[in-house]
């Protein structure tokens, strides 16, 4: 685990002549070219368990809702359950412009920071880096997910 | 996963109780990356409850977000899919736009 804050760049210009690789493919037609019909085959999956997380925020108890709401994730308790709507995102992903971290819609860009994810999600963006490849630690809670995990009671969230 | 929560949820144990569902919330919608897994290295966060709170989680996210967003353009550039997994809290990209 880092123990340094975290510094995410957001600053930098995002000018014209920048090396956007949607735009290139679609205006030199270099590369490949977006079409409807290809966007008609394609299943999007998400293994997000958004519902799941509302069911359970729906079910538990006054102590549970309580002790939820003294920690750093209280504001999951609000969260709704949204679909994915499949040809929005697939249109997002496609008019993403990797260099400036935005969507380009029309002719703007909407930029996607991290202070939106905290905007949306309710959660700190200050503070230690989260280490998403870390070290698998042993612990008690950890034996008890894993023991039921591997049992079968859980083997889909 | 959320059924371990359910198991665990009597009153007298919610301190367990709540390290499940923060793991619930933290691998399951906050950073997916598999429907047969979990991102079981984020399991250590869950230890101490106190200490969640000095990490910076909307960055994480973000991270996931943005990563996955790239990886399919780049999977999409590439010719027709039949299918593709979109990793993180993926519906976060369309609840910005609306």
């Known amino acids: ?157 | 996963m959320a059924e371990l929560c359910e198991e665990n949820s009597d009153d007298d144990r919610v301190g367990l109780w709540l390290q499940i569902y923060a793991f619930v919330i933290l691998s399951g919608v906050l950073h997916p990356c598999t429907p047969y897994g979990a991102a079981w290295t984020l399991l250590h966060y869950v230890e101490d409850m106190n200490e969640i709170r000095e990490y910076a989680w909307a960055e994480a996210v973000w991270r996931v977000l943005v990563e996955t967003i790239e990886d399919t353009q780049k999977k999409l550039s590439k010719g027709p899919l039949s299918e593709v997994q979109l990793n993180g809290f993926c519906v976060l990209i369309q609840v910005m736009i609306e």
């Open chain 1, 1 to 157: 685990m880092g123990s340094s804050p975290v510094a995410v760049d957001d600053s930098r210009p995002c000018n014209e002549a920048g090396n956007e690789e949607s735009e290139v493919r679609s205006r030199k037609g270099s590369g490949h070219c977006w079409t409807s019909r290809e966007d008609s085959d394609v299943v999007l999956r998400s293994p997000c368990t958004l519902k799941k997380l509302v069911a359970v925020n729906a079910r538990m108890t006054v102590t549970q809702r309580a002790t939820v709401e003294g920690t750093a994730l209280r504001l999951c308790l609000e969260y709704c359950n949204i679909g994915m709507d499949r040809d929005l995102t697939l249109a997002l992903i496609k008019c993403w412009v990797l260099r400036c971290k935005a969507f380009r819609i029309s002719d703007r860009r909407v930029p996607l920071s991290v202070f939106d994810v905290a905007l949306m999600t309710g959660l700190p963006t200050m503070g230690r880096r989260v280490e998403l490849d870390g070290e698998e630690v042993s612990s008690e809670v950890g034996l008890l997910i894993r023991g039921a995990w591997l049992n079968g009671n859980s083997t889909r969230w």
